[in-house]
């Protein structure tokens, strides 16, 4: 059964860093485009970026553009997401998403996790 499991929210300070990562089971992420999105409560989900399986990255969420970078391990079946400078306004549930197609043009997601929580707080 094909799976994303998303791990390495925590409570950070504001300035701090964290790095989520999303693992897939039961299929290979290295023939599909991968997004990462959040959601506050009462917010819409936001995505934050997507990357192609040629490591080619679109960033979407402006306010997470120099600070938050994607990534992937295809070895390890594994996507990233790198946080820094964080700030009180990053706090929400994190996912990442799987795209039905390699690129991130057009991109239609059908699989996701269950989320990490991220929380930016003094």
């Known amino acids: 059964q094909a799976q994303l499991v998303e791990s390495g929210g925590d409570l950070v300070q504001p300035g701090g860093s964290l790095r989520l990562s999303c693992v897939a089971s039961?299929?290979?992420?290295?023939?599909?485009?991968i997004g990462w999105f959040r959601q506050a409560p009462g917010t819409e989900r936001e995505e934050i970026s997507c990357?192609?399986?040629?490591?080619?990255?679109?960033h979407v969420l402006e306010s997470a553009k120099g600070r938050f970078t994607i990534s992937r391990d295809n070895d390890k079946n594994t996507v990233y997401l790198q946080m820094n400078s964080l700030k009180p306004e990053d706090t929400a549930e994190y996912y990442c998403?799987?795209?039905?197609?390699?690129?991130?043009?057009?991109?239609?997601?059908?699989?996701w996790g269950q989320g990490t929580q991220v929380t930016v707080s003094s």
């Open positions: 990357i192609d399986i040629n490591n080619d990255q679109t």
């Open positions: 039961g299929f290979s992420l290295r023939y599909f485009a």
């Open positions: 998403m799987k795209s039905k197609s390699s690129s991130c043009v057009n991109r239609v997601y059908d699989l």
